[in-house]
């Protein structure tokens, strides 16, 4: 339960309707109980005067007699409706401000947890799979709003009930309350244990069930792969397999469901048969009236629901306190990459230097860069080169303080990269990653995305055109305003590397690192491509991670990458002369072309 206390700060912010939702849920359950001390007047009265009225049956006094008595029940009834519309109307109210309130607060926990996940470092998000992201942010937070609303809600009308009823019967006659709310604690006891069952086979079905929508996901985004290796039929029993238990499942749920009613009713048959019976009794004796019986017997059903939820809520209690204590668990986690000056901005020169970095990830302890120095002057050219998994992909998110370094320094304009404003330094890098990102918007928005300012549609055409993709656009039938991804058209991955390419030129950043962006695409869109870097970067520092030396693109200097070290260094013609891997793919590429 500790873990719920992080909610009542939100309690705090929204406690006027807090309180005002409990006063109404009050002054609702006062008039709930002032409806069976009317039926019972209304029940003694016919009592009182129906032997009356039979001795003046047939004769005009009977008549009239009648006539009274008919009078004052309709004004008895008149009197529980209108109980019945005040406390309807106050029970309106309480849900229009506790329910609010939680609604409130859903929206207010699900911003701070959005808010948290956007300031997180990328190694978080390498720890921690999408699917359990989701979900703290939807089904957890579902589950601490139905603690937040329904409970609190359930729980002010559970005890305000429970006051009012008590105190009403014991007006009446306190030993026929004992003996109406004997049953009543064994009701509230087991129905607590039977909700215990249900949650904990809800629990395990809504696990089944995630199981479920993640083997579907995964096989609709990999249905390619699962058609060309002819592997539907296995993908059909492995999902038959899961559906059956989840099936079984649900059906022990069913079995189990099917005892919380009788329970109830069972439970509440005894206490209306006690209080019928000791009522009786007592209604022989003269202690108490016929009219009480049926008081107590509309007592006994009104305290049934508040009972019954005790359980209820307990479960929900339980299943918010473990929620939340997921959600504190990310909200707790600290971002290993601060932003020591989120206000800065400032250009830059683009002068890069690398002093002696080395790099270890965190999570897998694989020592990735080993010990890298270089030097780039403001405007200077560099490629990276190197075998799969040497450690490029690395450097660009060194750079981009996506992760910080091990050892050594990475500066800046001469400035360690972790005194500057990381908001701002990443503003003045245009980065296109590997693995390239488009969203599920049209195509104009995912290129305006760069950029800071709104730009206009005759700037994402230019941006576009530089990166080689406009005519391709164009070819669309709605041009920029096709919708790509999920659920629009499937760009070629060559097209999505060119819109990626004109996403990162739009911001006019001062240092652009391209992470081998041009893979998929062909030669000559290749020289179109590079033909506008050498022109309009011509002053912009830019560090190029590739697989293929490029010929129309003059490097400044050549960094060739081995098991996270450098292995050479230098211009074309040093290493070309070196020997080296860089020599051994000149040669290869060149035979490519022959
Ligand atoms: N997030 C990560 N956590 C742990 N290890 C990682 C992570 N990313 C990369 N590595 C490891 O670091 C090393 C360098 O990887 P990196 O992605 O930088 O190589 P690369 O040269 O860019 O490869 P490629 O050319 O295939 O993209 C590899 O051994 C890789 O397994």
Not at 172 to 184: A, N
Not at 212 to 219: K, P
Not at 410 to 424: F, P, V
Request: glycine fraction near 6%; aromatic fraction near 10%; charged fraction near 20%.
């Amino acid at each position: 339960m500790r873990e719920l206390k992080f909610l009542n700060r939100f309690f705090w912010k929204y406690r006027w309707r807090l309180l005002l939702g409990i006063i109404f849920i009050c002054v609702s359950n006062y008039f709930r109980v002032l409806q069976p001390q009317v039926i019972r007047e209304a029940l003694d009265l016919v009592v009182e005067q129906v032997s009356t009225y039979r001795m003046y049956e047939g004769f005009e006094l009977g008549n009239e007699y009648f006539g009274v008595l008919s009078h004052s029940l309709m004004i008895f009834g008149a009197i529980v409706l209108l109980l019945a519309i005040l406390m309807g109307f106050f029970l309106y109210l309480t849900r229009q401000t506790i329910i609010v309130m939680s609604r409130l607060i859903e929206y207010d926990l699900r911003e701070l947890i959005y808010d948290h996940y956007q300031e997180l470092s990328l190694d978080f998000y390498k720890r921690n799979n999408t699917g359990d992201l989701m979900n703290r942010i939807t089904e957890d937070v579902n589950k601490v709003r139905m603690y937040l609303g329904p409970a609190v809600m359930y729980l002010a009308n559970l005890i305000s009930t429970i006051a009012l009823v008590i105190f009403a019967m014991l007006a009446v006659s306190p030993t026929l309350t004992l003996y109406t709310l004997i049953p009543l604690p064994l009701l509230a006891i087991s129905i607590y244990y039977v909700s215990n069952i249900i949650h904990t086979r809800s629990t395990f079905i809504q696990q089944q069930l995630s199981k479920l929508t993640s083997t579907a996901q995964e096989v609709f985004s990999g249905v390619r792969v699962v058609k060309s290796y002819v592997r539907e039929k296995q993908q059909v029993d492995y999902f038959a397999k899961e559906s059956d238990q989840y099936k079984n499942m649900s059906m022990d749920l069913a079995k189990i469901d099917a005892w919380f009613f009788p329970l109830m009713v069972f439970m509440v048959g005894a206490s209306t048969i006690l209080t019928v019976y000791v009522g009786g009794l007592q209604v022989v004796n003269g202690s108490i009236s016929a009219g009480n019986i049926a008081e107590f017997v509309i007592y006994v059903n009104m305290l049934t629901w508040p009972v019954t939820a005790i359980g209820w809520i307990a479960s929900i209690v339980q299943q918010a306190a473990a929620s939340q204590k997921r959600i504190n668990e990310f909200l707790e986690t600290k971002t290993s990459i601060v932003d020591p000056k989120p206000e800065d901005r400032h250009d830059i020169e683009g002068e890069i230097t690398f002093e002696n970095v080395s790099f270890v990830y965190p999570d897998t302890g694989i020592k990735a860069i080993d010990n890298v120095s270089f030097h780039l002057k403001p405007g200077e050219k560099l490629a990276i080169i190197g075998r799969t998994g040497s450690g490029k992909t690395t450097i660009a998110d060194l750079l981009l303080r996506m992760y910080d370094v091990t050892e050594g320094r990475i500066l800046i304009d001469g400035k360690d990269i972790r005194e500057q404003g990381l908001a701002n330094l990443r503003q003045q890098i245009g980065y296109v990653p590997q693995d390239i990102f488009l969203f599920s918007d049209d195509i104009h928005n995912n290129i305006a995305f760069g950029s800071s300012t709104t730009p206009t549609r005759a700037e994402i055409e230019e941006f576009a055109g530089y990166a080689a993709v406009r005519e391709d656009i164009e070819g669309l039938a709605l041009g920029f305003d096709t919708l790509v991804g999920e659920r629009g058209v499937t760009l070629s991955g060559g097209q999505k590397q060119r819109v990626s390419i004109a996403r990162a030129l739009i911001k006019k950043p001062d240092i652009i690192l391209l992470d081998d962006c041009l893979s998929a695409v062909d030669t000559n869109t290749e020289q179109q491509i590079l033909g506008y870097f050498n022109e309009a970067l011509g002053d912009k520092t830019a560090v190029i991670i590739t697989h293929r030396i490029y010929g129309h693109l003059k490097f400044d200097k050549i960094m060739v990458l081995e098991d996270g070290h450098v292995a050479e260094m230098g211009t074309h013609e040093e290493l070309l002369a070196n020997g080296g891997y860089y020599s051994e793919i000149v040669e290869r590429q060149v035979e490519e072309v022959d």
